[in-house]
């Protein structure tokens, strides 16, 4: 089970209704998803200082830097306010709009996520909730900071119906650079907000649809982190039949 604390928010956009958060960490600070690509860079480099000297393997050393900030995993804690939906990666806000869920056949609010090589890649759940449905689609890898990665991109889609009674999707896309998203989860598991539930290599954007209720509590521009940051408020709603 994933370790609980409690402690008081560190970051900007976390919960400041409360000092009450949830730290969610079931795995080391480097993402398992990188082990394989920093080992090969820590080789070559030691390869090339065995072969040439020190200062011809510079060049490799600053790849090995580069992996590691990369896949670097840092512990989050998620708020624990009601009736919020919290990032689920981080990195720069591309979208807040009024916007058709083409998974959900509704109208809604979709908020963007744009990751660029620099920010932590790890996504995690933005609510509390069940996992109902997975749709994967194949397609392109245009610069997923544009609007038409959206529909564009290869792309994984996550229907969760929160605790709170409301449908949010949560969408994984491929960019430019990025070529592989990793998901760990199927229809029917359980998740907590905060949780990790998969990962995106080298840059990629996350689109979150929720209902047309939602209230937006960031904007385009805004620095987000994935499990702290709080992106919209929503009324709770009947939990269906």
């Known amino acids: 089970m994933p370790e609980l604390r409690e402690q008081s928010p560190t970051r900007p956009g976390t919960d400041s209704s409360g000092p009450t958060v949830r730290e969610l960490y079931p795995h080391p600070f480097i993402a398992r998803e990188g082990w394989p690509f920093i080992a090969l860079a820590v080789l070559a480099a030691l390869f090339v200082w065995w072969l ?32 919020i939906v919290i990032s689920p990666a981080d990195g720069r806000i591309v979208s807040v709009e009024r916007a058709h869920d083409p998974y959900l056949q509704r109208d809604a609010i979709k908020l963007s996520v744009f990751m660029n090589v ?17 749709w994967y689609s194949y397609g392109r890898f245009f610069n997923a900071s544009l609007d038409k990665a959206s529909s564009g991109n290869e792309r994984n889609a996550l229907w969760i119906r929160a605790d709170s009674g409301i449908d949010v999707t949560c969408v ?29 290599r080298f840059g990629s954007r996350v689109d ?24 919209a408020e929503v009324a709770a709603s009947a939990p269906p039949r």
Do not use: T
């Open 52 to 83: 040439a000297g020190g200062w011809w393997s510079i060049a490799v050393w600053v790849v090995v830097i580069f992996m590691v900030q990369f896949f670097r995993d840092p512990r989050r804690a998620a708020p624990l306010a009601a009736n």
């Open 118 to 134: 620099f920010n932590v890649h790890s996504n995690r759940s933005p609510v509390d909730g069940a996992v109902r449905e997975l």
């Open 172 to 200: 994984q896309i491929a960019g430019y650079i990025a070529r592989r998203i990793l998901c760990y989860v199927r229809a029917g598991d359980v998740l907590r907000r905060g949780q990790r539930f998969g990962f995106i």
């Open 208 to 231: 979150v649809f929720l209902p047309i209720e939602a209230r937006a509590r960031v904007s385009v521009g805004d620095k987000v982190y994935g499990g702290e940051s709080i992106l």
